[in-house]
């Protein structure tokens, strides 16, 4: 059952191969015996979860279920689940209980998806590897010995290690598309606005965005059919029709102009995951589509802006963890700043507070125009180098990572050497545009991730293009060894 | 680059976040690393724009000015560490 994809799924129950209650069971089952190799999950919800397993079985027995009835999910904990522990990764929230759901929680339980608990994530969504949770680090299935990549670390490692067939995460600076192509399975950022933050922890407000993870273009589409909605209480979410992302994914990419930018093909790119991404290019040939080389300049100024927004935001989003309302508190507090400064210092990790406090900086008077002014005026010139990109192209491919998933401690005392991890997928957050991975071939034994840029609310498109790949190719169906 | 350590310490008090004397020169090197990184920023020639605080551009969106919530303080409470009749209880602020 575990094999299956989503999709399979969904046929499976209407047939009654098999009730919401078996794959339930059977999920939960695996978790048991095998996560404890992986640490992708930091709270299991077996009780509640074999109730809507339930629930949901009664639903499909009468005929009107919704699509994703009786499907298992995880999520990833940063969104707020009623009832449920939701730590962020992090023992600040460590006995946090939210008293509402995330809009992207309700939605799936709307939808009547069942969910199997809350998966492991760098602290507060900081790091690239999920190497900086509370609650340890995750391994990757494809070796224990190596990093999942984060910050959804968690939810990938869960669906690599079909401990779960699909998983929802989160994507500031790539959170979604790199551990998504270290671990060898499908992830998508949609275009910022299209899913609501309501319930999500905030990391940075301008470049946080929800999507899905699972082991196909297909059972992404079905997941985001379900994520994407308009919420008038997240007042950045656009308010824009909602296609059906898995209606068109057969589409012929016949014509399709794939840009190829030069700047993601320089030093640094392992040889290997060069490769890998250009045979990968080559079966787009194959189906039709038309390569363009195009150039985004700015590229290399998108860690640095990153690096000053991204901690800014998360300055003022984290002042809220200030132990009155909720979350940790330190024990016997002198006053109201000893109740702060030893609850935060206290209840926050290293890398999150070595990051509010280069918020704090560029935030700072003195220092506001020439950082945190400068990175947003920069902003513009790295979209304006999308929108020029796209007047030529319909969609643009690179490689999501420089290299394979690398070994723990790898990176070292050295943040820097961590932030360059990301060079492929940032400037994708800081123009706003919809970007996926998809797994695209094998270096030594570990997973390489193609990244699919679209342009602003073209996820059907990228969607499309990620489908037929997958008709080609077979990458997304490895599995790794043990599992 | 590197941070003054007096730097560091108005930071931290800004931040609310405590740190031992012991730590400041290490965080100082580390956040002195992170904001070289972030000096190539200055090279780049930005006359002329304007910041992108919404990647959308997009402006916030406002509502009638009518009450829709409903008390639930009793909810939000339950996970409070210290409160009594429905007050947020702190060190004591005022002498």
């Keep these: 059952m575990h094999n299956h994809t989503i999709a399979e799924l969904i046929t499976g129950l209407r047939n009654k191969v098999f009730s919401s209650t078996e794959l339930t069971q059977h999920f939960l089952a695996r978790i048991k015996t095998l996560d404890s190799d992986f640490n992708s999950l930091i709270s299991v919800t077996e009780a509640q979860a074999l109730k809507a397993a339930a629930v949901a079985d009664q639903q499909l027995a009468a005929g009107d279920a919704p699509t994703l009835c009786g499907i298992p999910i995880v999520h990833k904990d940063i969104f707020c689940t009623q009832g449920v522990r939701t730590s962020c990764g992090s023992k600040m929230l460590d006995n946090f209980v939210p008293p509402y759901n995330a809009t992207v929680i309700e939605n799936f339980q709307n939808s009547g998806a069942v969910m199997l608990g809350k998966s492991n994530m760098d602290e507060f969504a900081m790091g690239s590897s999920n190497e900086t949770s509370f609650y340890g680090p995750v391994k990757n299935p494809w070796s224990t010995d190596c990093v999942p990549g984060g910050s959804s670390g968690g939810s990938a490692a869960a669906v690599a290690a079909r401990l779960t067939p699909g998983a929802t995460a989160t994507d500031t600076g790539g959170s979604i598309r790199q551990p998504a192509a270290l671990c060898g399975v499908t992830g998508l950022k949609p275009t910022y606005g299209r899913v609501s933050r309501w319930g999500m922890i905030a990391f940075a407000s301008s470049l946080d965005q929800g999507g899905p993870m699972a082991r196909t273009a297909e059972d992404c589409a079905l997941l985001l059919n379900c994520m994407a909605s308009y919420d008038h209480k997240d007042s950045t979410c656009i308010d824009r029709p909602i296609p059906n992302y898995a209606a068109n994914l057969g589409d012929s990419l016949q014509g399709l102009r794939i840009g190829i930018p030069k700047e993601y093909f320089s030093e640094g790119l392992n040889a290997g995951t060069q490769k890998a991404v250009q045979t990968s290019l080559s079966e787009y040939e194959k189906m039709g589509a038309k390569l363009v080389e195009i150039s985004l300049p700015n590229t290399g100024l998108s860690v640095p802006a990153y690096y000053v927004i991204a901690p800014a935001e998360a300055s003022a989003n984290l002042s809220r963890f200030d132990g009155v309302k909720y979350g940790y508190r330190c024990d016997n507090p002198q006053d109201l700043q000893d109740l702060y400064c030893r609850t935060r210092a206290e209840g926050f990790g290293d890398e999150v507070q070595r990051r509010i406090l280069i918020g704090t900086y560029c935030l700072s008077a003195g220092y506001y125009d020439a950082y945190y002014g400068k990175a947003q005026q920069v902003r513009q010139l790295i979209r304006q180098d999308f929108e020029q990109a796209f007047e030529q192209v319909d969609l643009i491919m690179s490689p999501t990572c420089p290299s394979p998933a690398f070994k723990f401690d790898a990176k070292g005392n050295d943040p820097v050497a961590m932030y360059l991890e990301d060079i492929y997928t940032i400037s994708t957050n800081l123009a706003g545009l919809p970007g996926m991975s998809v797994p695209c071939g094998m270096v030594d034994g570990k997973p390489v991730g193609l990244q699919i840029i679209g342009n602003y609310f073209d996820e059907a498109r990228m969607l499309n293009a990620a489908y037929q790949f997958q008709q080609a190719t077979d990458w997304h169906q490895l599995t790794p060894e043990g599992v | ?95």
């Design chain 2, 1 to 95: 680059m590197s941070i003054e350590n007096n730097t560091i310490e108005n930071l931290a008090n800004l931040a609310r976040i405590a740190i031992d004397k012991d730590q400041v020169a290490e965080i100082s090197q580390r956040l002195g690393s992170v904001l070289q990184l972030v000096d190539q920023l200055q090279a780049a020639d930005t006359s002329g724009l304007t910041d992108l605080d919404h990647p959308m551009q997009g402006t916030q969106r406002l509502r009638e000015d009518t009450v829709t919530e409903t008390d639930q303080r009793e909810a939000f409470q339950a996970v409070a560490p210290d409160t009594e009749d429905g007050l947020y209880l702190v060190p004591k602020v005022i002498d």
